[in-house]
């Protein structure tokens, strides 16, 4: 729990450097808040899509000896001197619109299952909610750069797994709205326990559906949803 509780001080430690910008190219300038503003207006400074796939890739690039882009599906380890870097960047899944939901693991293990802490954090389940996503490709870069220096990285990394999604939603992301290609609010659209809502899995949208698939996979110990 004490590592936990110092990851999520990472968090909003970041929060505050997001808004004084940031070295890195992957991170923008934000836009500060002005409610005459559009959504158009407001996703300027973020980036597209595209730029944050580039941004994923090149973080694997990067710092392949603490981290992987993975997918649900296990490839045996004894094909995957076979298959070229990037087509071993698999995705959990695709949005509604084809865009592949990356996800980035930082561990001195990566892929392997340990009696370790595993945290998952998950940005832009909302479209026009996109700080989160902004956020989790700074503090994976922040990671990588640090791990070796700084105390507070190297504990993350050789003590527990740390899952990221930047984008739930990039469909929702490039319409600039919050809910998804078919307009559903994905943070409703999941099983609840306690009401009798959305229960039959094949109706829910294919972006609830591969987190759901996503959780089944990897047992997590706590995870959270970036929303803003």
């Known amino acids: 729990m004490k590592l936990i509780f110092s990851l999520l001080v990472l968090y909003l430690n970041f929060s505050s450097v997001l808004t004084r ?32 796939e580039k941004a994923v890739k090149e ?19 004894k094909f995957k001197s076979m298959i070229g870097f990037l087509d071993w960047m698999f995705s959990i899944g695709k949005s509604v619109g084809g865009f592949p939901l990356w996800v980035i693991e930082i561990s001195d293990k990566p892929g392997v299952e340990e009696p370790e802490p595993a945290f998952k954090f998950i940005g832009n389940v909302h479209g026009d909610e996109p700080v989160g996503r902004e956020l989790l490709i700074l ?15 190297r504990l993350i990394v050789e003590n527990m797994h740390l899952h990221i999604l930047p984008s739930m939603n990039p469909d929702g992301y490039a319409l600039k709205r919050r809910g998804n290609a078919n307009n559903i609010d994905l943070n409703r659209d999941f099983p609840d326990q306690f ?34």
């Open 195 to 228: 009401f009798p809502m959305n229960n039959d899995e094949e109706a829910c949208q294919p972006e609830t559906r591969a987190i759901m698939s996503w959780v089944r996979q990897i047992h997590f110990t706590a995870s959270a949803s970036l929303h803003g």
């Open 21 to 52: 910008g940031a070295e890195r190219s992957s991170t923008r300038h934000l836009f500060e808040g002005n409610p005459s503003e559009t959504s158009f207006d407001k996703a300027k400074g973020y980036m597209t899509n595209a730029e944050l």
């Open 139 to 153: 503090l994976a870069n922040w990671i990588c750069d640090n791990h070796v220096k700084d105390s507070l990285a």
């Open 59 to 77: 973080f694997g690039r990067r710092c392949s000896n603490i981290s992987r882009i993975y997918s649900i599906a296990v490839v045996p380890s």
